[in-house]
Structure formats: C-alpha cells, structure tokens
C-alpha cells in the first residue's frame, strides 16, 4: 500500500498524556503492525508534565505535536488527525490498551469501500463498575444520536481523510466521532478488536468526569445533527435534447460549507 505523491498512505494519531512508561513499547509495537504499509505516526503530547515526549524515538516515520498545556483528548485527536497527510487516518489510545496489530484490519475494511471504521472492545480488560458504566452511557447515546455505535469510547479507529472535514472542534467531540461523521452521510462499519489491561500509568477518567459533561454534550450534538444543511444540486440539463438527468446529489456537512 504506497502513495506516488509523497504523502504516506496511513497516519496514525496517538493522543498522549504522562504516558511515558507505555510509549516506547508502543512505538514499537506500532512498527511492527505497520511494517508492510506505507505511514506515519503522530504523537501528540497533550501537556505531559513527565517525560512522555522525551521517550519518543524521533525517526522519518514519526512526527510529534507538544502541546503548551494541557487541553483534553478531543483537543489531541483534533490537532492530529488535521496534520495528517494519509489517505487514512486512524486513531489509537497512547495507554496500551489499544492493541497496534488491529490497524491493518481497519485499514482493510476502509479499502472494501467504509468510511469510518470503529473498534468496539468485545471483551474488554477494564474493573466491572467501569464495564457496566460504559455500557448505560453507550445505549443511551447511540439511541440519542442514531449513531447506531456500541462502543463509542474505544478510541481506535480509521477514517478516510475527507471525513476529517465532518468533526467539529469542541471538547467532548471523541465521543462523537462516529454521529458527525455518519451524521454527514459517510458510511460506518464496526469490527471487534483486542483490548488489553493498563499496566502503566493512570487511567484519565472516570465517573464523575464524564457523565455530566457527556450528557450535555449528547444533547448539543443532537441539536447540531438536526440542523445540517443537507442539498442536491441539479446538473445542467443538456440543450437540445429535452433529456432528464437524474443527480446523485451531494451531501455537504456542517464543516464542509464553511
């Protein structure tokens, strides 16, 4: 899988924050997975007070974005995946817990013709109170937003790279990757994926961080779903023939029309 214009065929976007215990194995077990596929990975050091970005073995295939401060998730994803110069993007969780040998597997689906292809962790390495919040917080926002998604939080994914255009910079925005870019008329797949134990480091959230914080959001998306400009346009009809011509049509997203 090569690209002839000098942009690698697949970036990868890893968000990290005082991650520095799990970096080096992950870049090295990102190496591995991607070694038959044409990449790039960017880090992007979400204000790590620790020595994260120090730990990132800087070569060709790797570029690091160092944020001032700290902004949250959404910020790190965002920034990413608009540096990216892939076909593809895809995001992957800095913590370990994502396991690197599944991207090709998403990258092959995105190449049988999805748009967006979500990971959802069927069997899942986490505590129980965690496992079962997840869960009510999935059902209740797939059934508000019509993502039709049931593992929203499982931050691995691929995209193509015109779907970037379709996600709105806010916080909050990771959890609706999947409802604004299907909201745009993209098509979205799901496959199961491997999940693994945090052996390093912290976990970022947890109950109290999220439910409120998420709820509001839910209902801003919903809002902001409902409201996209959605045309056709008609092609012109040719002169002289009196011939109808049907469109296709094209649907634009909020993103699109700025």
């Known amino acids: 899988m090569n690209e002839q214009n000098g942009a690698p065929a697949v970036s990868v976007v890893v968000p990290v924050y005082n991650e520095e215990e799990n970096v080096p194995i992950l870049q090295a077990e990102l190496a591995s997975a991607l070694g038959g596929i044409d990449h790039e990975i960017i880090f992007v050091d979400d204000g790590s007070r620790d020595c994260t970005a120090d730990r990132i073995t800087r070569d060709p295939h790797v570029r690091v974005l160092q944020f001032e401060r700290n902004a949250g998730q959404s910020a790190a994803m965002f920034a990413g995946l608009n540096a990216a110069r892939g076909r593809v993007a895809v995001l ?35 505590t129980l109170v965690k496992r079962i919040t997840s869960r009510i917080a999935n059902f209740v926002r797939s059934r508000f937003t019509k993502d039709g998604v049931r593992d929203t939080g499982c931050t691995l994914k691929a995209m193509r790279r015109e779907c970037i255009a379709a996600l709105v910079p806010f916080k909050g925005m990771h959890r609706f990757i999947p409802a604004l870019i299907k909201g745009a008329g993209y098509r979205l ?19 109290g961080n999220r439910a409120v914080r998420a709820t509001v959001d839910m209902f801003g998306v919903r809002w902001l779903l409902s409201r996209q400009l959605n045309y056709r346009e008609r092609p012109d009809r040719p002169r002289g023939t009196g011939a109808r011509t ?5 649907r634009r997203s909020p993103a699109q029309l700025k």
């Open 246 to 250: 049907r469109s296709r049509g094209t």
């Open 92 to 126: 992957i969780d800095g913590d370990l817990q994502n396991d690197p040998a599944d991207i090709p597997r998403l990258v092959a689906e995105i190449e049988c013709g999805a748009d967006l292809v979500c990971g959802y962790r069927a069997r899942r390495k986490d």
């Open 189 to 207: 797949v799901e496959i199961p994926v491997n999940h693994r134990p945090r052996k390093f480091g912290q976990s970022k959230y947890g109950l």
